[in-house]
């Protein structure tokens, strides 16, 4: 059962022996998460390298824990011996997950206390904090980016239900990174029918004035722009808009690797809400 939602602060931080956070609705679906964690381990694989002690932590895994076990066997291929923890609010959920503990993965009930011992290299909370306040996200990331152990890296992303669309913010313990998207080829008519899913932090931010709105706007121009490449594929076309936009001064990160996959991170600076 979903709670009637409850500001998240530093008063609730501070409550002992309480989860800090609301049961949120927990849908989730198998694969939802894939483009978010082929950035894991792709361009985020070398913080799994380092890491003296590999903990990712996925945090708020809804309903079903399928999203923490596939996250699981994806970072083992980078990192063999990852310890995974999934972490859920309602008790009922970790108690049907138990039975696929295995070396390595493990469920917890909890919220963004983070209640396992250790500092983790990952965090991912993947549609929970659109779920509370945009008021609350700022005490929500400082508290999970006080977890962090070195090189660590908090991801705050958003999804549709089957994970065609997807947004993602990356923070480390200093504060926001970037801006990720993702979409499906073939699922979009612009670029810019991703702001339905954008963070938190955003989604209530597009509009005129907002840093998100010009990098929404520009980027459909830079798609358009590109039409004439469509007759070669949309790989061809969403390259051709990144490196528009990287030619336009916006702080494009990445390259043609990450752009054929249709991604884009662009610098946290470039979107980030205005004052």
Known sequence: MVQKAERVGAAGAGRSGRPVGNVTRGTTNPNRMRRLDRWLTGTQAWRL???????????????????AVELFHRLSAVRPDVRVAGIEIEPERVRAAKALEQAGLSFHVGGFELP??????????????????????????????????PNGLFIDGTCDEIGRRVTWVA??????????????????????????????????????????????????KAWLDAAPLAAFGNKQRWTAMCRSMLDDGWPVQDGPARWRLGELTV?????APAA
């Open 267 to 271: 610098g946290w600076d470039a979107v």
């Open 49 to 67: 390298r380092r890491a003296s002690n590999p903990l990712v932590i996925d945090l708020g895994y809804g309903a079903s824990p399928a999203t």
């Open 116 to 149: 396992v011992p250790g500092q983790p290299v990952i965090v991912r909370a993947f549609n929970v904090l659109r779920q509370y306040e945009e008021a609350d996200v700022e005490a929500i990331w400082a508290l999970v980016r006080g977890r962090l152990g």
């Open 171 to 220: 923070l480390d313990a200093g504060g926001p990174l970037s801006l990720s998207i993702s979409m499906r080829f073939g699922g979009f008519a612009l670029p810019s029918e991703i702001a339905e899913r954008l963070p938190k932090a955003l989604i209530h931010r597009n509009v005129p004035g907002e840093r998100i709105h010009g990098f929404l706007q520009a980027l459909d």
